[in-house]
């Protein structure tokens, strides 16, 4: 087989953050449901606040693709002191803005939710008896992700999967022991939830740390100057990761919700399939960008682009199989999600809909993650914020027109567009 050990080395690194990804939504399903059986209004309650601190974290925890961009560079040309030493920056930067952000939360929390969300009386101290120790994970999992982007580097992706199957059990365990009063623990309700997920992470991290000490080595280098490097390339990803996954998803879903309820029942019912179905592809793009920025950076261009052609066969092969078995089992899949016969009906046309968007991602997120840490991440920047204006702008006349049709219409022809246009300086780059 042509190009068998580059395939191989994408799967080896793909395959364990795939792992890793489902068993985080696996965890987050288990969880949901342990707090939504103690009480429906500390359900909602809880997905208000949660929401707000998922956002948060994919937002502030773009900061390990700066490091990730120093990290595969500094692994290619195999100088392990200057990555121990980017390493060490990399979590002192994390600790700082998820520190900031925990202080923010714990100042400013009550007047947010009781300003903001009009939340009041008993409903906002029982928000904020989860918000508050709920919003010390936004620092733990910014350093965890330093972690996972460090292992990466240094062909070890197995380990985020044994710290994520530890976190996950001691999770569910304080979940149910803290949120109920089991085991001779304290009953502590929704709050219960918020501690046991701390609990969680902080072993993760533990797991993380203990093999860290058997792979380390000394630093060498000065800590100023990759925590320059890493703040310099910071706004632009953070500016990328606001508009796409923040900013344009919110004019989406503002125009599914304003062609009524059954219409947005059905665009939620196809985002959980595309969440699912999308994993691979933000796997082995992740793998690809790894392999092909170290390649990159000993001077290697043929592997450097057989890296990246490959990353995308390998998903094109794993995001393709999910889709087929998706479409094959189309009924049962939707079913068990939503019972409304007329809303899962309703779904099938807009469900291979996204499979077209699922499978043009491949290319654009393997080039966009590639040319991000190949020094064009403003440039990026620059076209996902106009690419976001247009769109989204095209999104809200489509939609009053042809509906949920005109949404998917103008997704799929804003990532094929990007795509062209980010593959073309692909091209021109490599001549």
């Not at 503002?254 to 691979?280: C, F, H, N, S």
């Amino acid at each position: 087989m042509k190009y068998r050990k580059e395939m191989m080395q994408i799967h080896r690194m793909a395959v364990p953050i795939l792992m890793n990804y489902a068993l985080a939504s696996v965890f987050e399903i288990f969880d949901e449901a342990i707090v939504g059986h103690y009480s429906v209004e500390g359900f909602a309650l809880v997905g208000m606040a949660a929401s707000i601190l998922y956002t948060i974290t994919g937002a502030l925890g773009i900061l390990s693709s700066a490091f990730h961009i120093l990290a595969a560079e500094l692994s290619g040309r195999q100088e392990y002191g200057k990555l121990e030493q980017t390493f060490a920056a990399a979590k002192l930067l994390a600790a700082g803005i998820g520190g900031g952000f925990v202080l923010v939360s714990l100042l400013g929390g009550r007047w947010f939710f009781g300003n903001i969300y009009t939340v009041s009386g008993r409903d906002l101290e029982e928000l904020l008896s989860y918000f508050y120790p709920a919003s010390i994970t936004v620092l733990q999992n910014m350093i965890w992700f330093q972690y996972a982007v460090y292992f990466r580097n240094r062909y070890n992706t197995k380990i985020g999967v044994y710290a994520t199957g530890v976190s996950i059990i001691v999770n569910l365990f304080f979940d149910i022991v803290l949120v109920y009063g089991k085991a001779g623990f304290p009953g502590m309700g929704v709050a219960g939830a918020a501690w046991g997920s701390v609990t969680g992470l902080g072993c993760g991290l533990l797991v993380y740390q203990i093999p860290y000490y058997r792979v380390r080595c000394a630093r060498t280098g000065n800590i100023q100057e990759p925590v320059k490097r890493i703040l310099w390339s910071y706004p632009a990803l953070f500016g990328q990761e606001l508009f796409e996954s923040t900013i344009f998803v919110l004019i989406v879903q503002g125009a599914a919700a304003r062609l009524g309820t059954e219409q947005m029942a059905v665009y939620k019912l196809v985002d959980i399939v595309y969440g699912v179905i999308g994993l691979p592809v933000v796997a082995y793009a992740s793998a690809a960008q790894t392999c092909a920025l170290q390649s990159r950076a000993v001077g290697n261009r043929k592997e450097t682009k057989i890296y990246l052609r490959v990353g995308q066969c390998a998903a094109f092969a794993v995001t393709g199989s999910l889709c087929l078995l998706c479409g094959v089992f189309r009924e049962a899949l939707l079913g068990s999600v939503v019972t409304d016969r007329g809303v899962t009906e309703m779904a099938v046309p807009f469900l291979y809909l996204m499979f077209v968007l699922t499978l043009i991602r491949i290319p654009y997120q393997v080039f966009l993650t590639y040319l991000q840490g190949s020094g064009w991440e403003r440039k990026v920047f620059l076209y996902t914020a106009v690419g976001t204006v247009l769109a989204g702008g095209a999104v809200l006349g489509a939609s009053r027109r042809w509906g949920l049709t005109g949404i998917y219409s103008v997704m799929i022809g804003e990532t094929a567009i990007l795509e062209w246009i980010y593959g073309k300086w692909i091209r021109r780059k490599a001549e």
